[in-house]
């Protein structure tokens, strides 16, 4: 659960209400067109999608997402995670983008369960077998109630899959030294393979000299710095990679998105994030820029995308018009943003406005049901993998 709502009327962000207005505009040119198209023969022969040769040409009237048939993700099994790829069935984002200019839309909630059912069943075997069962401790201090949500999940993730799940809930207010015990309990504890403290910390914390204590071998998160360090090199294995930007790249492969030799940019320069997932996309051959706070022209660096990986944390930053026709977009961000119509009062976007983008890229993750689920889904999978590691198993 999000912290508090942005308040659209006194936003610094121009651009939310400005994507918001653009869509209106958007829905009013479409519904234009489809009403004179539908006194016509059909709506679809007045909208060659597939014969065009522009998207951008069909950008006002492209029909609704929703008519798309839903393409099943290519499922593989967790020990393959991160290369599974080219076994997408018989039809690939690329068949999509010839045949529509409407984005495929990239769903990693049905991803995220289906990696969730594969890991559940090599955790039953791997107990009956072995009788090992994977643990997972979760450290969280404080009381943001989005990151209580978040530990709650992963504890019902866990749950379903099978991993035993240890929680430490700590006060706020509770010294460095108190998160640095249970740490260093986990660490000599057998039956804790993952360890992880939920982000961010209380700022009076040293998040550096916490996630420094966690034993390399447990860390689920891939947060230490040697992990992070031996992702940046070449020719070093990670022991972990850090699940968000993980999830991203295993979204790109199960949906058969070639990344070699592809321009893909970053959006966002943090360390949860940002950073990692360009490393990662590096080593699977992209070229890759970070754009950040203070880049110049972003729009432009953007735009020569084939993808986007946007982490940025600013509601409906990036606007259609930033976009390559065809890129493939992986929308990290999850912004509330105040909407009366729902009962919450908010509503969660990405930090692409969805609306525009939907209609010039060829693939688009949703916000929520996009890279949300896959953080925890690799989570899991990086407990697995972990016990595993620990116990010497195939
Ligand atoms: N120690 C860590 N802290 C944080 C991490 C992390 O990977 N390790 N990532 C984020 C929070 N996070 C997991 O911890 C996380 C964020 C979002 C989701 C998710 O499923 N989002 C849903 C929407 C949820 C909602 O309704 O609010 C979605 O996008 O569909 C899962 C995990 C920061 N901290």
Known sequence: MPQQPHRVTLSPFPWRQNCAAAARLHRMASMRLTDWSSSSTTTSRLLPFSR????????AVCPARRLLPMLPPNIASPVRLLTARRDFSASSVKAMMSVEACAKVIDGKAVAKKIREEIGAEIARMKSETGVVPGLAVILVGDR?????YVRNKKKACETVGIKSFEVCLPEDSAEQEVLKHISEFNDDPSVHGILVQLPLPSHMNEQHI????????DVDGFHPLNIGRLAMRGREP???????????????RYNVEIKGKRAVVVGRSNIVGMPAALLLQREDATI?????????????????DIIIAAVGQPNMVRGTWIRPGAVIIDVGINPVEDAKSPKGYRLVGDVCYEEASKVASAITPVPG?????????LLSNTLTSAKRIHNLP
């Open 52 to 59: 065009t040769s522009n998207p951008a040409r069909s950008y």
């Open 145 to 149: 109630k989005d990151s209580a949500t």
């Open 211 to 218: 996630l420094n204590a966690v034993s390399i071998e447990k």
């Open 239 to 253: 022991l972990f990679v850090p699940c968000t930007p993980k999830g991203c790249i295993e979204l790109l492969h």
């Open 289 to 305: 820029s970070i754009v950040h706070s203070r880049t110049r022209n972003p729009e432009e660096i953007i735009k020569q995308a």
């Open 370 to 378: 996009g890279v949300g689920p896959m953080t925890i889904a690799m």
